[in-house]
């Protein structure tokens, strides 16, 4: 997937914790240190907070329980894209949910996919993008330039 804004993967924060709710609030910090002084207006960081929360749960409840939920985040110049992974007991993501509806509703783009190397239990994968919204005190100035 392309990255919102062209981030390195140098500049990749990436989190691991067990595959369990308790854990959720850790990843929603995370991306809510990343954004909060990023220029996203008060809807959008609320958005990506959610889309993390919706995306973690939808993961944990395919996950083998001994598997880590890792995520990725990369924030670039217009948003950031957020790669939540877990090794899986065999299920996948279910695209046909109201979860799946919130998540498309939360983000501006959004993919899910399977990986595996043949050899070990395959992972599922939810990555999505939320576009950074200019503040209007940011439009405001800009116009008066």
């Known amino acids: 997937m392309a990255t919102a804004g062209g981030p390195a993967d140098d500049d990749a924060v990436r989190v691991s914790c067990p595959a369990a709710s308790t854990y959720v609030p850790v ?3 995370v991306i809510s240190a990343l954004i909060a002084d990023a220029g996203f207006d008060v809807d959008a960081y609320a958005d990506a907070r959610m889309a993390v929360d919706e995306a973690a749960e939808t993961l944990i409840d395919i996950a083998d329980p001994t598997a880590p939920l ?3 985040y990369w924030l670039g110049a217009d948003g950031v894209r957020v790669r939540l992974e877990c090794g899986s007991t065999g299920g996948s993501v279910d695209q046909d949910t ?14 899910t996919d399977v990986v ?3 050899r070990s239990p395959a992972a599922n994968c939810i990555e999505f ?3 950074r919204t200019i503040r209007e005190s940011e439009t405001d100035a800009r116009s008066r330039r």
Not at 102 to 109: F, K, P
Request: net charge positive; proline share 0%; glycine share 12%.
């Open 129 to 131: 993008v939320k576009r």
């Open 27 to 29: 990843l929603r910090a």
């Open 70 to 72: 890792s995520a990725t």
């Open 116 to 118: 595996g190397d043949g």
């Open 98 to 111: 109201f979860g799946w509806r919130v998540l498309t509703t939360l983000t501006d783009r959004l993919e």
